[in-house]
């Protein structure tokens, strides 16, 4: 089994930062990809961006340019930097480790809110 654990989250006003942080602890193994997703009230959970442990990285085009999203292998961490934040990007953040449909694993969630 595998826990994520996600810390960071809160409030911030409009173009300010916030860095979000998971550790992942359990049976982990190579090749996996790990990142965040977020879902605000009333909408569907959406990527944010992911990074695959050799480093490939994909974002949602909405957070291209002011997100970044980093990771230690061997921490099992994965951080994501949220720069120059607006309302819209106010949801609950989750932290996610994939190996395959059977085995995809989610944290908590950590709430980010952004007013204007």
């Known amino acids: 089994q595998v826990q994520l654990v996600e810390s960071g989250g809160g409030l911030v006003q409009a173009g300010g930062s916030l860095r979000l942080s998971c550790a992942a602890s359990?049976?982990?193994?190579?090749?996996?990809?790990m990142g965040w997703y977020r879902q605000a009230p009333g909408k569907q959970r959406e990527l944010v961006a992911t990074i695959t442990s050799a480093n490939r990285i994909n974002y949602a085009d909405s957070v291209k340019d002011r997100f970044t999203i980093f990771r230690d292998n061997a921490k099992n961490t994965v951080d994501l930097q949220m720069n120059n934040l607006k309302p819209d990007d106010t949801a609950v953040y989750y932290c996610?480790?994939?190996?395959?449909?059977?085995?995809?694993?989610w944290g908590q969630g950590t709430q980010v809110t952004v007013s204007s």
């Open positions: 996610n480790l994939f190996y395959n449909k059977y085995q995809n694993f």
């Open positions: 359990g049976s982990i193994f190579d090749f996996n990809t």
